[in-house]
T-cell receptor
Framework: DTGVSQDPRHKITKRGQNVTFRCDPI?????LYWYRQTLGQGPEFLTY????????KSRLLSDRFSAERPKGSFSTLEIQRTEQGDSAMYLC??????????????FGPGTRLTVL | DQQVKQNSPSLSVQEGRISILNCDYT??????FLWYKKYPAEGPTFLIS?????DKNEDGRFTVFLNKSAKHLSLHIVPSQPGDSAVYFC???????????????FGTGTRLTIIP
């Protein structure tokens, strides 16, 4: 299967610890997005990359959050000094930006983070 | 500020009948709309999209209608099947006249249950 993959699928951590998630997009896709989804809500945009450049960050992305896409392929999302409010599903999506209609984003299965 | 609203948290429909899911938006800049379907423990799966230059788009059993003056769109599923039971998210973005799209703004979702 060549869809978007995310690792780990589940992460339980204690408050104050650092966590890192990985996303592998569909191989030819040049755009990669991170979203966060909490219970009863739709996914909320966090940040996105075109190739290795991070082009936009949401105000939801506090200083404790950092995302990278060093070689324009996989991406990592790190949360430092986790708080209980960080508990959520973290979703990654990728797309192939082109000159026609807005590109469709394809989502991975997500990483569920629980902060105790 | 909920720019994309799905006012029905849940909907139950008899198998074989039509399912109609509704979505309202407030941001006049939105010009591209998508529907995603989500099963438990999976990421959202793209279903169908529509741009603001159209008022209807069909793909098999799925049809999306857009009423720009009312800032309203709906997803029709005919006939409904048990496998359609899932949470459906409406999403919106803009950038029809630009190079691809960026972040998606999602509604809170509608849980559709198809009754056999």
């Amino acid at each position: 299967d060549t869809g978007v993959s995310q690792d780990p699928r589940h992460k339980i951590t204690k408050r104050g610890q650092n966590v890192t998630f990985r996303c592998d997009p569909i191989s030819e896709h040049n755009r990669l997005y991170w979203y966060r989804q909490t219970l009863g809500q739709g996914p909320e945009f966090l940040t996105y990359f075109q190739n290795e450049a991070q082009l936009e960050k949401s105000r939801l992305l506090s200083d404790r959050f950092s995302a990278e896409r060093p070689k324009g392929s996989f991406s990592t999302l790190e949360i430092q000094r986790t708080e209980q409010g960080d508990s959520a599903m973290y979703l990654c999506a990728s797309s192939l930006a082109g000159p026609e209609t807005p590109d469709t984003q394809y989502f991975g299965p997500g990483t569920r983070l629980t902060v105790l | 500020d909920q720019q994309v609203k799905q006012n029905s948290p849940s909907l139950s429909v008899q198998e074989g009948r039509i399912s109609i899911l509704n979505c309202d938006y407030t941001n006049s800049m939105f010009d591209y709309f998508l529907w995603y379907k989500k099963y438990p423990a999976e990421g959202p799966t793209f279903l169908i999209s529509i741009s603001s230059i159209k008022d209807k788009n069909e793909d098999g059993r799925f049809t999306v209608f857009l009423n720009k003056s009312a800032k309203h769109l709906s997803l029709h599923i005919v006939p409904s099947q048990p496998g359609d039971s899932a949470v459906y998210f409406c999403a919106a973005t803009w950038g029809l006249d630009n190079f691809g799209n960026e972040k998606l703004t999602f509604g809170t979702g509608t849980r559709l249950t198809i009754i056999p």
